[in-house]
């Protein structure tokens, strides 16, 4: 059984330790925000849209197995914010850097990643630290958004809140055969 936290909750999978964290988060958790991407592991066909932070560093879901997730901390697009308040989220919103939302969650969590570690990022660096592949093209304003959510983290500027999402992730994850929720104390 591999046990970790996932958007604070201790959770334990009876799956395959060898299964990619990707596919425990979305078929037993049922936190489909996590996007397939095309392609498993570090191949080069993976866009990014399964990126989760684990440990608060935004990495591949895809690329990650469950017994290397083991006693790690998991934050999805679904934890990082529940009402859809982090900075990032509400940039991303305020700069219309979203188009069909496939690849959304990914740059979110890669883009919260870097204003945790540098709030105050220059474009170069925001470049760098965002690996994800947008097909709709939104690289201009995402550069915005993700200087704006910079910006707001750093309480030197305010963006109304987004739109509350209409289901709670302990909702859509409620009756979920592949997991337990741990007791806190094991």
């Known amino acids: 059984m591999s046990r970790m936290t996932v958007n604070e909750r201790?959770?334990?999978?009876?799956?395959?330790?060898?299964m990619p964290l990707l596919y425990a988060l979305r078929e037993a958790m049922n936190l489909t925000g996590t996007k397939a991407c095309g392609g498993l592991g570090s191949g080069?066909?993976?866009?990014?849209?399964?990126?989760?932070?684990v440990d608060g560093v935004a990495?591949?879901?895809?690329?990650?197995?469950?017994?290397?997730?083991?006693?790690?901390?998991?934050?999805?697009?679904?934890?990082?914010?529940r009402d859809r308040s982090h900075p990032v989220q509400q940039a991303m919103v305020a700069q219309a850097a979203i188009q069909c939302g496939y690849c959304t969650p990914g740059i979110v969590i890669a883009a919260a990643a870097l204003i945790q570690r540098n709030p105050a990022p220059t474009r170069e660096e925001i470049v760098g630290a965002i690996p994800?592949?947008?097909?709709?093209?939104?690289?201009?304003?995402?550069?915005?958004?993700?200087?704006?959510a910079g910006r707001v983290a750093q309480r030197r500027e305010s963006i109304s809140a987004a739109p509350a999402p209409g289901i709670s992730a302990?909702?859509?994850?409620?009756?979920?055969?592949?997991?337990?929720?741990?007791a806190p104390d094991q």
């Open 170 to 182: 302990a909702d859509a994850a409620e009756a979920v055969p592949a997991l337990r929720v741990a």
């Open 10 to 18: 201790p959770v334990e999978f009876d799956l395959d330790p060898r």
């Open 44 to 53: 080069g066909d993976c866009a990014g849209a399964c990126m989760v932070l």
């Open 59 to 81: 990495l591949r879901s895809c690329a990650i197995t469950l017994a290397e997730a083991e006693g790690r901390i998991i934050t999805t697009i679904e934890g990082l914010s």
């Open 132 to 148: 994800n592949i947008c097909r709709c093209g939104v690289y201009p304003r995402l550069i915005g958004a993700i200087e704006q």
